[in-house]
């Protein structure tokens, strides 16, 4: 058997990891970041790469900061401009500052702010950069904000009060501050006390650097948040809606490149009955406010938009079939076509797309044999790889399987296998959203590490998923149990009649919604020797009013739809060992689910505890971790305890658990 690092997972852990990509206006610079672990290999640190954009020289390592540098954009004059935590002697942990390093020369802080600086935009055309940073509520300005932050500090003062909604997201708690808009250049405040109307906003700056076009979130009834778009003029901070519509959320604003319209995506709001979708569309603006869906029916939703460099189509992203192409949609008459065509078998998802000059677009693209790269795009559609980290061997071999469901739909999925010719176990991951697809490299949730193992991974796409048109979410929608649940057990089916997978020996994954299917199965079916729980929704009356967005949840959630859907109804059922992963910084799927859901199973389950509190269900909590467990350490301990508990009920290993568990 050929040795790789998916084989160690100190190996693993060791590759290089790319992300995030620049291009600098004239396309003659392209910028990346690569992370990799730190010396006690307990955080990864993120510097910035110097990229060939022909594609023949090596990668060139820019920036050395021991706590690493991001988020790279280019200045119209083709300087960098990133993000990094530089640590003093009066303060070891200061919030990230924005640093400018020219084409020649050293880097400089070109910003700090009290509360730390966010993300970043330049103008293609002009010295005009603004950026994100948040105020504290009751401040008038940067000073006022730095001295209440200080006497917060000073007096060990951490409480919040609130008189909206939401007041946390995913692992951090929102508030006292709240994001603001800056011109750098001062810094100017252009959103003056904003409110929440910034919280998770998207936003771009004029070519000219004369406005800025952001999405604005406003509240509206029952606890919940709509978001439209304002243009703010940069140099007055004047504010004007340009595109409002009550039932749906207006995001993603990209100013075309020659200043004469906006881009964006429309997301309808979701009913009981009715899934969101989302669309492009497109305002000229000279048409007199007018705005408009683009492509209106093209079944897909785009998960990025940007502009050709001369501004004469759209340069769109969207799951597709288990991949994530880049498509050219004409803004006037709407027409789609597919731009990463040369090469057919293009499995890759495609993200971070930067159109330059001349046609040619840059990219990161991964797929489930290549984690992310950087790439040039030419006209013609050839794909260029552009030198940067090598790429790892695999411990197997990646297919693709279909099934029919049970209404005669199709669903697909991929498929690891390992090296051995001998039948290997199966493990079925389920994704999470539930509104995504398995199509692109996960360093998180990654396959290739039980397959390195011996086992086969099935990653399915059932009903909810992406990329396979608006009829195949809106087949599971409100209906959590039935079609997600009948596909997975159809493309299970079809998995297990492979010639390479021994259907004696099965289990069955998933974390988030993942972590909620998995609930559902072992409710369900007896078929799987082993489930492993990670985050997962168990009691469905409590999750939608405690996670950190009920509203969006409560469009979907009816108190008849809980009722219907919600595993811990079938608690008694479950007579399969489970392992019940969670983090209590998770506030997307609060931990409150993974302690009803332990006592469940050893109360209720047709597994209990016995008279001495054994039981074979395994419980691995994490008190500082979130939704995926990010710090390698942990990440590390959570494929140790899952391929132990595999190895226990698949194979009958005696359980191997690390050391470090005490």
Not at 221 to 242: E, F, K, N, P, W
Not at 597 to 623: E, K, Q
């Amino acid at each position: 058997m050929t040795s790789t690092p998916f084989h160690d997972l100190d190996d693993f852990l060791d590759i290089p990891r790319v992300s995030a990509l620049a291009v600098s206006p004239d396309g003659s610079r392209v910028v990346t970041t690569v992370s990799t672990l730190n010396s006690k290999r307990t955080e990864f640190v993120t510097a910035l790469w110097e990229l060939d954009p022909a594609g023949r020289q090596p990668a060139r390592r820019l920036t050395r900061g021991l706590k690493g540098e991001s988020a790279p954009v280019f200045t119209a004059d083709g300087d960098v401009l990133f993000l990094a935590v530089r640590p003093t002697e009066d303060d070891d942990k200061p919030p990230a500052a924005l640093w400018r390093l020219p084409a020649r020369g050293e880097a400089h802080e070109m910003l700090s702010m009290p509360g730390g600086v966010g993300a970043a935009v330049s103008a293609r055309g002009a010295d005009a950069t603004v950026v994100t940073a948040p105020l504290l509520s009751s401040v008038a300005d940067v000073e006022a904000d730095r001295s209440l932050r200080k006497a917060r500090k000073d007096n060990k003062v951490s409480a919040i009060l609130h008189a909206g909604y939401p007041v946390r997201q995913w692992d951090h708690d929102l508030g006292p501050d709240q994001p603001h808009l800056f011109d750098a250049d001062g810094p100017r405040d252009l959103t003056d006390r904003p409110g929440v109307a910034l919280r998770e906003s998207t936003f771009d700056v004029s070519p000219d650097g004369s406005f800025v076009i952001a999405s604005w979130h406003v509240p509206t009834a029952r606890a919940a948040t709509r978001s439209m778009l304002v243009r703010i003029d940069r140099v007055t901070g004047a504010r004007t809606t340009i595109a409002d519509d009550p039932l749906a959320d207006l995001e993603h604003p990209a100013i075309a490149p020659d200043g004469s319209a906006v881009a964006f995506t429309r997301e309808t709001h979701s009913t009981p009955d009715t899934p969101p979708r989302i669309t492009l569309c497109c305002m000229r603006f000279d048409a007199d406010g007018e705005w408009a869906e683009v492509a209106a029916d093209w079944d897909r939703w785009p998960s990025s938009v940007t502009w050709a460099a001369d501004a004469s189509a759209l340069i769109v992203t969207a799951d597709d079939n288990g991949r994530g192409p880049i498509f050219s949609v004409d803004p006037g008459t709407g027409a789609v076509t597919r731009l990463t065509h040369h090469d057919p078998k293009d499995d890759h998802t495609y993200t971070d797309v930067r159109p330059a000059p001349g046609g040619v677009i840059f990219a990161l693209r991964s797929s489930y044999a290549a984690p992310p790269h950087p790439v040039r795009i030419d006209p013609d559609g050839a794909v260029t790889e552009l030198p940067c980290v090598n790429t790892p061997a695999l411990p197997g071999s990646l297919t693709e399987i279909a099934a029919t469901a049970g209404d005669g739909t199709p669903v697909r999925a991929w498929l690891t296998l390992p090296e051995s010719e001998e039948p290997a176990p199966l493990v079925l991951w389920v994704h999470g959203g539930p509104l995504g697809s398995w199509n692109c490299w996960h360093w998180r949730w990654n396959p290739w590490l039980l397959t390195a193992q011996g086992y086969a991974v099935l990653m399915p796409d059932p009903a909810l998923s992406t990329g396979y048109g608006q009829d195949f979410i809106a087949r599971g929608w409100g209906a959590w149990g039935e079609a997600p649940y009948t596909d997975l057990m159809a493309v299970t089916d079809a998995a297990c009649a492979h010639p390479r997978i021994d259907a004696s020996r099965t289990a069955a994954m998933g974390g988030s919604f993942g972590g909620y299917m998995a609930n559902w199965i072992a409710g369900h079916t007896d078929r799987f020797d082993a489930i492993v729980t990670h985050a997962g929704l168990w009691a469905l009356d409590q999750f939608g009013d405690t996670t950190d967005g009920a509203y969006w949840w409560a469009r979907e959630m009816t108190p008849e739809m809980t009722q219907r859907n919600s595993p811990h109804r079938f608690v008694d059922k479950i007579s399969t060992p489970i392992l019940v992963i969670h983090g209590d910084k998770d506030y997307r799927v609060p931990i409150g689910e993974a302690l009803r859901l332990w006592y469940d199973l050893l109360t209720d389950s047709a597994l209990p505890a016995d008279d001495d509190g054994r039981s074979p269900h395994r419980f691995l909590y994490y008190p500082a971790e979130n939704h995926w467990v990010l710090t390698p350490q942990h990440a590390k301990i959570w494929y140790q305890v899952v391929a132990a508990f595999l190895g226990e009920h698949l194979r009958g290993e005696p359980a191997q658990l690390p050391e470090l568990l005490g």
